[in-house]
């Protein structure tokens, strides 16, 4: 994952946060011109601070529990099967891309929600919200779908393999099988050398930035000798 987005949204909420910090310090010496009391001046800065309080709340909490329902959908509904088959790696990348998602795709959305505490008319406020929520919300399925979520749903979604490729069976794999027992095992290669002697089962078949995986096996006569594979990053 690419920390570069991430930073830049975290450096988009400091400097948003520092522009209400100003405007409530312009009000602040507004509000002193008018010789308040001790009290007055406490009460004053108090409410400052809660709306300040409120606002950071309001853009971790409504990021963290939005993000939740994606979250929930792809990783109740992932095929366990195929990932322990050929990517149990995949589960350990879940964590950095619900990071990501949370920083980047609804943070959009927080803002909005944390706009009815510093909007004073909150019908207003309202009236933005909803469509943005429906607006931002469907963009960031669109863009998940383009995004590492996919891979939960289907790891081979940017791999291209033959129709009757069995990838269950990966696991059963071994050297020193024979070219009709790797056949009954793993289906059609996609390719076959020249010789006969490399069997090329996966290789990638994405567009744009994606995850791919790769399966060559090599035989010497009729023994599976070597087996070649590997998930690539293509970008």
Same mark, same amino acid.
């Given at each position: 994952?690419?920390?570069?987005?991430?930073?830049?949204?975290?450096? #988009?909420?400091?400097?948003?946060? /520092?522009? #209400?910090?100003?405007?409530?310090? @312009?009000?602040?010496?507004?509000?002193?011109?008018?010789?308040?009391? &001790?009290?007055?001046?406490?009460?004053? /800065?108090?409410?400052?601070?809660?709306?300040?309080?409120? =606002?950071?709340? %309001?853009? %971790?909490?409504?990021?963290?529990?939005?993000?939740?329902?994606? +979250?929930?959908?792809?990783?109740?509904?992932?095929?366990?099967?195929?990932?322990?088959?050929?990517?149990?790696?995949?589960? !350990?990348?879940?964590? #950095?891309?619900?990071?990501?998602?949370?920083?980047?795709?609804?943070?959009?959305? *927080?803002?909005?929600?944390?706009?009815?505490?510093?909007?004073?008319?909150?019908?207003? %406020?309202?009236?933005?919200?909803?469509?943005?929520?429906?607006?931002?919300? @469907?963009?960031? @399925?669109?863009?998940?779908?383009?995004?590492?979520?996919?891979? +939960?749903?289907?790891?081979? %979604?940017?791999?291209?393999? !033959?129709?009757?490729? &069995?990838? /269950?069976?990966?696991?059963?794999?071994?050297?020193?099988?024979?070219?009709?027992?790797?056949?009954?095992?793993?289906?059609?290669?996609?390719?076959? !050398?020249?010789?006969?002697?490399? =069997?090329?089962?996966?290789?990638?078949?994405?567009?744009?930035?994606?995850?791919?995986?790769?399966? *060559?096996?090599? @035989?010497?006569?009729?023994?599976?000798?070597?087996?070649?594979?590997?998930?690539? +990053?293509?970008?």
């Amino acid at each position: 994952m690419h920390d570069f987005p991430s930073d830049l949204i975290n450096l #988009f909420i400091v400097c948003l946060e /520092l522009f #209400f910090v100003c405007i409530d310090v @312009f009000r602040f010496i507004k509000f002193q011109k008018q010789l308040p009391t &001790k009290k007055e001046t406490l009460r004053y /800065l108090g409410f400052g601070l809660l709306r300040v309080t409120l =606002f950071l709340l %309001a853009v %971790a909490l409504a990021s963290l529990v939005l993000s939740l329902i994606p +979250y929930f959908y792809y990783w109740f509904g992932r095929n366990k099967e195929l990932i322990e088959a050929i990517w149990p790696e995949l589960n !350990s990348h879940f964590p #950095f891309i619900f990071i990501t998602f949370i920083l980047i795709f609804l943070f959009p959305l *927080s803002v909005i929600l944390a706009a009815i505490l510093v909007i004073k008319k909150i019908r207003i %406020a309202l009236s933005l919200v909803f469509p943005m929520i429906a607006i931002f919300g @469907f963009t960031s @399925f669109l863009m998940l779908a383009f995004n590492d979520f996919k891979y +939960y749903k289907n790891p081979l %979604a940017d791999t291209k393999v !033959s129709e009757s490729f &069995k990838p /269950l069976n990966l696991p059963l794999l071994k050297e020193g099988m024979t070219k009709e027992e790797v056949l009954n095992l793993l289906g059609d290669p996609i390719q076959i !050398s020249k010789d006969k002697n490399s =069997f090329y089962y996966a290789e990638e078949g994405g567009y744009g930035e994606y995850w791919y995986f790769w399966l *060559s096996l090599d @035989f010497e006569g009729n023994s599976l000798s070597l087996i070649n594979k590997e998930w690539a +990053y293509e970008d």
